[in-house]
Each structure stands twice: as C-alpha cells, then as structure tokens.
C-alpha cells in the first residue's frame, strides 16, 4: 500500500506586525523616560514595606542631611517663575538667561545672597560647589518658608493645582534636622507631606 505523503508547508513567519508592536513600545519607553534626578548629597533613605509611588508632578523635594536642606522642585516653567518671585521678594534682579540656567537646575542648597553665583557656574562646577544649604534655621531669615511659600503660589498661578511635598533624608540623621523642615510645613498648614523611603527587603 503507497504511504501518502503529506506536503510540506513552510514554517517562516510573518514578524513584520510584531517588529512594529516592538519599535511602539520602544518609541513609547524613550519619549516618556524620566531622568533621575541626582541628588545634591549622598542621602542613604531609610526602608519601609510602603509600595505607594510618589507622583512625579507638581511636586517640591526637600532633601536633608549633614545639617543642611536642599529645595528641588519639577518644571521648567514653575522654576522660572519661582525664581521671578523670589528675585522680587529679596529685590534681585535675574536675567533672562539666568531664569532659563535656573529652570534646568533641579535641586539647589545655597541663601539667596549666593544664588546668582550657583546659577553662573556650569554643571560640574555645581557639583563641587560647596552648598552651605537654604537658611532654615533663623525666623526672621527662614528662606526655606519663602522658597516653599511663593512655589505653592507659582504652583497654582501655572497649573491650578496645590503643589505636593516630600522629605528625602538620610535614615540615620537626627530626628531635630527633620524637625525643622517639618516645623516650616507646618507653619505654612501643609500637614500632610510624603517621605521618600526605600524599598524594605524582605
């Protein structure tokens, strides 16, 4: 009895629509990435279980350690007109270039008397610049309570929204250099404020 032979098909497969899902996601991956951000100090955050992901908008990080606080806020826009503000509040003139070499600084830690200078130095220069951090300390010169007072302004001048906080600080600093910061939240009313942790092996 003759076998019957079964034909053969051809097992290529068409990747052209796959290649294409592919190209999207990567496109879509790149074009919405967010750089990290790099801190102005080495901060060790202390870790909990908490899984809750910060929001990245309209947002102000307060970063603390080795005694000094550091102001950072997101958008270009909302950095440009703070500094406006301030430059007002302190009667400092900015220019135009300085605004727009301020709106890509994410984070800084220097008074108001040393900000023109901060502005003027180029990226690697900021590194090194030894930041003695916002004035916090003093009542009658709390910069940090004008920085964070005139950001909540700008904030919902430009976005109609309240702008959201939260502490980055070492886990191994003393609980009175929280305080501080705590203390001008709250002054201000803002009682309810994130803190940035990492992720707790279990």
């Avoid at 100090?41 to 992901?53: E, F, K, R, Y």
């Avoid at 030894?130 to 976005?159: C, F």
């Avoid at 009313?189 to 940035?196: E, V, W």
Wanted: charged share 25%; net charge positive; proline share 5%.
């Amino acid at each position: 009895m003759a076998r019957i032979k079964v034909p053969r098909k051809s097992t290529a497969m068409d990747m052209t629509a796959m290649c294409d899902v592919a190209f999207l996601l990567l496109t879509f991956f790149i074009l919405t990435a967010k750089l990290r951000t790099e801190d102005p100090l080495h901060v060790d955050v202390p870790a909990s279980t908490v899984t809750q992901v910060v929001p990245d908008d309209n947002l102000s990080t307060l970063t603390v350690g080795q005694g000094k606080v550091f102001f950072g806020i997101e958008g270009t826009d909302i950095r440009k007109a703070l500094l406006e503000e301030m430059g007002k509040q302190y009667k400092i003139s900015f220019t135009p270039e300085e605004e727009q070499r301020f709106s890509v600084i994410p984070t800084f830690g220097v008074p108001m008397n040393q900000l023109k200078q901060f502005i003027g130095l180029d990226e690697e220069q900021r590194k090194t610049f030894p930041s003695p951090g916002i004035p916090v300390d003093s009542t009658a010169n709390n910069e940090l309570s004008t920085w964070i007072y005139q950001a909540r302004i700008v904030t919902r001048n430009l976005k109609n929204q309240e702008l959201r906080f939260a502490i980055k600080g070492n886990a191994k600093d003393e609980y009175p250099a929280y305080k501080k910061v705590v203390d001008v939240l709250q002054r201000q009313n803002i009682n309810k404020f994130s803190l940035i942790t990492s992720l707790k092996g279990k």
